[in-house]
């Protein structure tokens, strides 16, 4: 099956304490990204991949950090996580990540539920 | 200052109405957007795209409507279901972005049997 997936899907952390969300996609997808869900705001990117060992910023990079050295893998690691970025990540894929003459919609994980205290 | 604006937060239709959901940009260098679906628990799912090169598109019961001269697309459902009850994001991106999208943040429709 054609899927997303995340892990772990819930977890409770405090601050300062390092941790990592993995991400891994099992279409060959070249397009990896990760975003936040916050009420009001909707879904807001953080990074990006276009593909492997290629990452760039999205609109709220601050106090994340991501990797991509295998196609189907993308984690998103909080070094050192504060309580705003308590928050539902989800991560997302599609086939190619330049537009070209055509969009490819993105394909999303069931999202993780963070919480920083 | 949010780009993509979906000024209801919810929706309540009945069912075997039509459901309208609105979508406003002010990028004028958007050209392609997108609906999403998300259930709860869930991660949003895609439902229907149109380019700015068409003011309208069509897949069964989802028909998206582009105004480019008013920066405003809608996504009307018809007939509405109780499983359409869902949160619907509209995106949007323009080619120079590649696969980076803009959410708006989201309006909850609720369809009562």
């Known amino acids: 099956e054609a899927q997303v997936t995340q892990n772990p899907r819930y977890l409770i952390t405090v601050t300062g304490k390092k941790l990592t969300v993995t991400c891994s996609q099992n279409?060959?997808?070249?397009?990896m990204s990760w975003y936040r869900q916050d009420p009001g705001l909707g879904l807001r990117q953080i990074y990006y991949?276009?593909?492997?060992?290629?990452?760039d910023k999205g609109d709220v990079p601050e106090g994340y950090k991501v990797s991509r050295k295998e196609k189907r893998n993308f984690p998103l690691i909080l070094e050192s996580p504060s309580p705003n970025q308590t928050s539902l990540y989800f991560c997302?894929?599609?086939?190619?990540?330049?537009?070209?003459?055509?969009?490819?919609?993105?394909?999303f994980g069931p999202g993780t539920r963070l919480t920083v205290t | 200052d949010q780009q993509v604006k979906q000024n209801s937060p919810s929706l309540s239709v009945q069912e075997g109405r039509i459901s309208i959901l609105n979508c406003d940009y002010t990028?004028?260098?958007?050209?392609?957007f997108l609906w999403y679906k998300k259930y709860p628990a869930e991660g949003p799912t895609f439902l229907i795209s149109?380019?700015?090169?068409?003011d309208k598109n069509e897949d069964g019961r989802f028909t998206v409507f582009l105004n480019k001269s008013a920066k405003h697309l809608s996504l009307h459902i018809v007939p509405s279901q109780p499983g359409d009850s869902a949160v619907y994001f509209c995106?949007?991106?323009?080619?120079?972005?590649?696969?980076?999208?803009?959410f708006g943040p989201g309006t909850r429709l609720s369809v009562l049997p």
């Open positions: 990028n004028s260098m958007f050209d392609y």
């Open positions: 995106a949007a991106s323009a080619k120079h972005y590649g696969q980076n999208f803009v």
């Open positions: 149109i380019s700015s090169i068409k």
């Open positions: 279409m060959n997808h070249e397009y």
């Open positions: 997302a894929s599609s086939l190619k990540g330049l537009a070209g003459e055509r969009f490819y919609e993105q394909y």
């Open positions: 991949s276009m593909n492997v060992e290629v990452t």
